[in-house]
Protein backbone atom coordinates (compact mmCIF):
# COMPACT_ATOMS: atom_id res chain seq x y z
CA UNK A 1 0.00 0.00 0.00
CA UNK A 2 1.19 3.24 -0.39
CA UNK A 3 0.58 6.37 2.12
CA UNK A 4 1.67 10.11 2.14
CA UNK A 5 0.88 11.46 5.32
CA UNK A 6 -0.20 10.08 8.63
CA UNK A 7 -1.17 12.64 11.29
CA UNK A 8 -4.12 14.38 13.49
CA UNK A 9 -5.96 16.44 11.11
CA UNK A 10 -8.56 19.12 12.90
CA UNK A 11 -10.33 20.21 9.93
CA UNK A 12 -12.86 17.55 9.15
CA UNK A 13 -16.93 18.27 10.49
CA UNK A 14 -16.56 18.46 14.28
CA UNK A 15 -17.95 15.21 15.19
CA UNK A 16 -15.06 13.82 13.21
CA UNK A 17 -12.38 16.12 14.73
CA UNK A 18 -13.48 16.92 17.57
CA UNK A 19 -11.08 18.21 20.45
CA UNK A 20 -7.85 16.05 19.81
CA UNK A 21 -7.99 15.84 15.94
CA UNK A 22 -8.69 13.08 13.78
CA UNK A 23 -6.46 10.64 13.25
CA UNK A 24 -6.15 10.78 9.38
CA UNK A 25 -3.89 8.35 6.96
CA UNK A 26 -3.84 9.53 3.40
CA UNK A 27 -3.49 7.12 0.76
CA UNK A 28 -2.25 7.72 -2.66
CA UNK A 29 -3.82 6.54 -5.83
CA UNK A 30 -7.73 6.92 -6.34
CA UNK A 31 -10.41 5.05 -8.40
CA UNK A 32 -11.30 8.26 -10.00
CA UNK A 33 -9.66 10.95 -11.89
CA UNK A 34 -11.36 13.93 -10.66
CA UNK A 35 -9.96 17.11 -12.72
CA UNK A 36 -10.28 19.10 -9.42
CA UNK A 37 -9.02 17.16 -7.29
CA UNK A 38 -6.93 19.76 -4.52
CA UNK A 39 -5.06 16.39 -3.31
CA UNK A 40 -3.98 15.57 -7.22
CA UNK A 41 -0.03 14.65 -5.78
CA UNK A 42 -1.18 12.15 -4.37
CA UNK A 43 -4.70 10.99 -6.52
CA UNK A 44 -3.10 11.21 -9.14
CA UNK A 45 0.47 11.64 -9.24
CA UNK A 46 2.03 8.72 -6.78
CA UNK A 47 3.47 10.66 -4.37
CA UNK A 48 4.01 8.78 -1.19
CA UNK A 49 5.59 5.61 0.18
CA UNK A 50 5.02 2.13 0.08
CA UNK A 51 4.09 0.28 3.69
CA UNK A 52 3.18 -2.47 4.54
CA UNK A 53 0.43 -4.35 6.57
CA UNK A 54 2.73 -3.63 9.84
CA UNK A 55 3.59 -0.40 9.10
CA UNK A 56 -0.23 0.36 8.43
CA UNK A 57 -1.40 -1.05 11.73
CA UNK A 58 1.82 0.41 13.38
CA UNK A 59 0.36 4.05 12.10
CA UNK A 60 -3.30 3.28 13.13
CA UNK A 61 -2.03 2.57 16.96
CA UNK A 62 0.88 5.81 17.26
CA UNK A 63 -2.28 7.91 15.82
CA UNK A 64 -4.38 6.50 18.64
CA UNK A 65 -1.87 6.73 20.97
CA UNK A 66 -1.88 10.35 20.31
CA UNK A 67 -5.42 10.77 21.61
CA UNK A 68 -7.21 10.69 18.06
CA UNK A 69 -10.52 10.38 18.11
CA UNK A 70 -10.50 7.95 15.50
CA UNK A 71 -8.56 6.58 12.54
CA UNK A 72 -9.65 8.30 9.59
CA UNK A 73 -8.91 5.91 5.98
CA UNK A 74 -8.72 8.34 3.41
CA UNK A 75 -9.37 7.37 -0.11
CA UNK A 76 -8.90 3.80 0.69
CA UNK A 77 -10.75 1.48 -0.97
CA UNK A 78 -8.10 0.67 -3.12
CA UNK A 79 -6.24 -0.95 -0.97
CA UNK A 80 -9.50 -2.89 0.50
CA UNK A 81 -7.55 -6.60 0.60
CA UNK A 82 -4.34 -5.35 2.49
CA UNK A 83 -6.91 -2.48 4.94
CA UNK A 84 -8.92 -5.81 5.71
CA UNK A 85 -6.11 -7.34 6.75
CA UNK A 86 -4.87 -4.49 9.11
CA UNK A 87 -8.09 -4.61 11.05
CA UNK A 88 -8.73 -8.15 11.47
CA UNK A 89 -8.13 -6.96 15.36
CA UNK A 90 -10.31 -4.17 15.80
CA UNK A 91 -8.79 -1.11 17.34
CA UNK A 92 -9.57 1.05 20.78
CA UNK A 93 -10.77 3.82 18.99
CA UNK A 94 -13.53 4.30 15.92
CA UNK A 95 -12.43 3.70 12.21
CA UNK A 96 -13.75 6.03 9.54
CA UNK A 97 -13.86 5.00 6.11
CA UNK A 98 -13.22 8.57 4.31
CA UNK A 99 -14.08 7.96 0.58
CA UNK A 100 -15.24 9.45 -2.65
CA UNK A 101 -18.13 7.42 -2.82
CA UNK A 102 -17.50 5.47 -5.39
CA UNK A 103 -17.40 2.02 -4.50
CA UNK A 104 -19.40 -1.29 -4.89
CA UNK A 105 -22.05 -2.28 -2.47
CA UNK A 106 -19.86 -5.93 -1.93
CA UNK A 107 -16.80 -3.78 -1.04
CA UNK A 108 -18.57 -1.72 1.79
CA UNK A 109 -20.25 -5.10 2.90
CA UNK A 110 -16.43 -6.54 3.54
CA UNK A 111 -16.20 -3.48 6.07
CA UNK A 112 -18.88 -4.48 8.31
CA UNK A 113 -17.65 -4.77 11.81
CA UNK A 114 -14.34 -3.55 11.03
CA UNK A 115 -15.58 0.13 9.93
CA UNK A 116 -17.57 2.53 12.41
CA UNK A 117 -18.02 5.50 10.32
CA UNK A 118 -18.03 6.14 6.51
CA UNK A 119 -17.38 9.67 5.47
CA UNK A 120 -18.88 8.95 1.51
CA UNK A 121 -18.79 12.22 -0.62
CA UNK A 122 -21.97 12.58 -3.26
CA UNK A 123 -20.15 14.61 -6.00
CA UNK A 124 -22.70 14.51 -8.49
CA UNK A 125 -26.44 13.32 -8.95
CA UNK A 126 -26.17 14.34 -12.63
CA UNK A 127 -24.22 12.24 -15.82
CA UNK A 128 -23.09 15.07 -17.45
CA UNK A 129 -20.85 16.87 -14.53
CA UNK A 130 -19.45 12.75 -13.52
CA UNK A 131 -18.72 12.07 -16.63
CA UNK A 132 -16.78 15.35 -17.71
CA UNK A 133 -15.03 15.97 -14.25
CA UNK A 134 -14.24 12.49 -12.86
CA UNK A 135 -14.21 10.06 -15.86
CA UNK A 136 -17.54 8.06 -14.21
CA UNK A 137 -20.68 8.31 -15.86
CA UNK A 138 -22.15 5.93 -13.52
CA UNK A 139 -21.48 7.52 -10.87
CA UNK A 140 -24.28 8.73 -9.59
CA UNK A 141 -25.71 5.24 -9.39
CA UNK A 142 -22.80 3.83 -7.85
CA UNK A 143 -22.91 6.32 -5.25
CA UNK A 144 -26.13 5.74 -4.34
CA UNK A 145 -26.02 1.84 -4.04
CA UNK A 146 -22.68 2.55 -1.92
CA UNK A 147 -24.27 4.84 0.14
CA UNK A 148 -27.57 2.98 1.07
CA UNK A 149 -25.03 -0.12 1.70
CA UNK A 150 -22.95 2.05 4.37
CA UNK A 151 -26.04 2.75 6.05
CA UNK A 152 -27.25 -0.60 6.29
CA UNK A 153 -23.83 -1.42 8.33
CA UNK A 154 -23.26 1.39 10.14
CA UNK A 155 -27.11 2.20 11.30
CA UNK A 156 -27.98 5.85 12.23
CA UNK A 157 -25.45 8.21 13.55
CA UNK A 158 -24.29 7.61 17.37
CA UNK A 159 -22.38 10.42 19.36
CA UNK A 160 -20.86 9.86 22.81
CA UNK A 161 -21.31 12.90 25.06
CA UNK A 162 -19.08 15.26 23.62
CA UNK A 163 -21.04 14.96 20.63
CA UNK A 164 -17.88 12.82 18.71
CA UNK A 165 -19.60 10.60 16.53
CA UNK A 166 -19.15 7.34 17.29
CA UNK A 167 -20.73 5.03 14.17
CA UNK A 168 -23.26 6.21 11.45
CA UNK A 169 -22.60 7.66 7.88
CA UNK A 170 -22.15 11.95 7.09
CA UNK A 171 -22.25 12.40 3.26
CA UNK A 172 -20.68 14.99 2.13
CA UNK A 173 -21.24 17.50 -1.12
CA UNK A 174 -18.98 19.69 -2.58
CA UNK A 175 -20.54 22.80 -3.95
CA UNK A 176 -19.13 23.13 -7.90
CA UNK A 177 -19.57 26.65 -9.10
CA UNK A 178 -21.65 27.11 -12.38
CA UNK A 179 -23.40 23.50 -11.41
CA UNK A 180 -25.94 24.38 -8.65
CA UNK A 181 -28.30 21.90 -10.56
CA UNK A 182 -25.71 19.27 -10.01
CA UNK A 183 -25.74 20.09 -6.34
CA UNK A 184 -29.77 20.68 -6.56
CA UNK A 185 -30.34 17.16 -7.08
CA UNK A 186 -27.77 15.46 -4.94
CA UNK A 187 -30.01 17.23 -2.33
CA UNK A 188 -33.13 16.10 -3.38
CA UNK A 189 -31.86 12.42 -4.22
CA UNK A 190 -30.34 12.50 -0.35
CA UNK A 191 -33.56 14.12 1.37
CA UNK A 192 -35.64 11.45 -0.31
CA UNK A 193 -33.67 8.08 0.42
CA UNK A 194 -31.43 8.95 3.30
CA UNK A 195 -32.68 12.00 5.48
CA UNK A 196 -32.87 10.86 9.14
CA UNK A 197 -30.69 7.64 8.54
CA UNK A 198 -27.65 10.01 7.69
CA UNK A 199 -26.11 13.44 8.65
CA UNK A 200 -25.21 15.90 5.55
CA UNK A 201 -22.32 18.03 5.01
CA UNK A 202 -22.65 20.65 2.39
CA UNK A 203 -19.13 21.93 1.44
CA UNK A 204 -17.98 25.38 -0.08
CA UNK A 205 -14.41 25.01 -0.23
CA UNK A 206 -14.23 24.15 -3.94
CA UNK A 207 -10.71 25.39 -5.32
CA UNK A 208 -9.84 25.77 -9.33
CA UNK A 209 -6.80 23.63 -9.57
CA UNK A 210 -4.95 21.73 -11.94
CA UNK A 211 -6.57 20.34 -14.54
CA UNK A 212 -10.23 22.52 -13.59
CA UNK A 213 -8.54 25.35 -15.45
CA UNK A 214 -9.42 23.84 -18.33
CA UNK A 215 -12.84 23.64 -17.87
CA UNK A 216 -14.24 27.39 -18.15
CA UNK A 217 -17.78 26.57 -16.05
CA UNK A 218 -15.45 25.18 -13.12
CA UNK A 219 -12.19 27.43 -13.33
CA UNK A 220 -12.74 29.95 -10.56
CA UNK A 221 -13.98 29.87 -7.52
CA UNK A 222 -17.43 29.24 -5.85
CA UNK A 223 -19.25 32.33 -5.07
CA UNK A 224 -20.32 32.86 -1.83
CA UNK A 225 -24.09 34.08 -3.59
CA UNK A 226 -23.70 30.35 -5.00
CA UNK A 227 -22.88 28.67 -1.91
CA UNK A 228 -25.59 30.67 0.03
CA UNK A 229 -28.47 29.46 -2.38
CA UNK A 230 -27.53 26.06 -2.10
CA UNK A 231 -27.64 26.53 1.97
CA UNK A 232 -31.22 27.73 1.01
CA UNK A 233 -32.10 24.86 -1.21
CA UNK A 234 -30.86 21.93 1.18
CA UNK A 235 -32.79 23.71 4.32
CA UNK A 236 -36.13 24.17 2.38
CA UNK A 237 -35.75 20.28 1.37
CA UNK A 238 -35.72 19.57 5.40
CA UNK A 239 -32.29 18.41 5.42
CA UNK A 240 -31.18 20.15 9.04
CA UNK A 241 -28.74 16.95 10.55
CA UNK A 242 -25.68 17.99 9.57
CA UNK A 243 -22.74 21.05 8.56
CA UNK A 244 -22.22 24.29 6.31
CA UNK A 245 -18.94 25.98 6.08
CA UNK A 246 -17.97 29.27 6.92
CA UNK A 247 -16.42 31.69 4.25
CA UNK A 248 -12.55 31.15 4.15
CA UNK A 249 -12.91 27.25 3.84
CA UNK A 250 -11.70 27.57 0.43
CA UNK A 251 -7.84 28.66 1.55
CA UNK A 252 -5.18 26.53 -0.14
CA UNK A 253 -3.67 26.49 3.73
CA UNK A 254 -6.06 23.28 4.36
CA UNK A 255 -4.66 20.89 2.13
CA UNK A 256 -1.91 18.92 4.12
CA UNK A 257 1.30 18.06 3.43
CA UNK A 258 1.74 15.43 1.51
CA UNK A 259 5.79 15.17 3.11
CA UNK A 260 5.44 11.66 4.55
CA UNK A 261 4.85 13.06 8.07
CA UNK A 262 3.65 9.90 10.73
CA UNK A 263 4.26 7.10 7.72
CA UNK A 264 5.80 3.73 8.59
CA UNK A 265 7.98 2.92 5.32
CA UNK A 266 8.56 -0.54 4.46
Same mark, same amino acid.
Given at each position: ???????????????????????????????L??????????????S?????????????????????????????????????????????????????????????????????????????????????????P????V?M??????????????F??????????????????????????????? #?? @???? %??L? +????????? &???? *?H??? #?? @???? %?E?? +????????? &???? *????? #???D????V??F??????? &?
Amino acid at each position: MRVARAALHHWEEPCISGTRGSGTIFFSGCALGCVYCQNAAISQEGSGALVSAQGLRGMMEELAAQGAHNVNLVTPSHFLPGILEVLAEPLPIPVVWNSGGYELPESVEALRGKVHIFLPDWKYALEEPASLYSHAPDYPEVAMKAIEAMIGIAGEPVFDGEGIMLSGVLVRHLVLPGHLSNTRSVVDAF #AE @RFRG %RALF +SLMGQYLPV &GGAM *GHPRI #AR @RLTR %REYE +SAVDYMFAK &GIED *GFVQE #AGADDVSYVPAFDLTGVLE &G
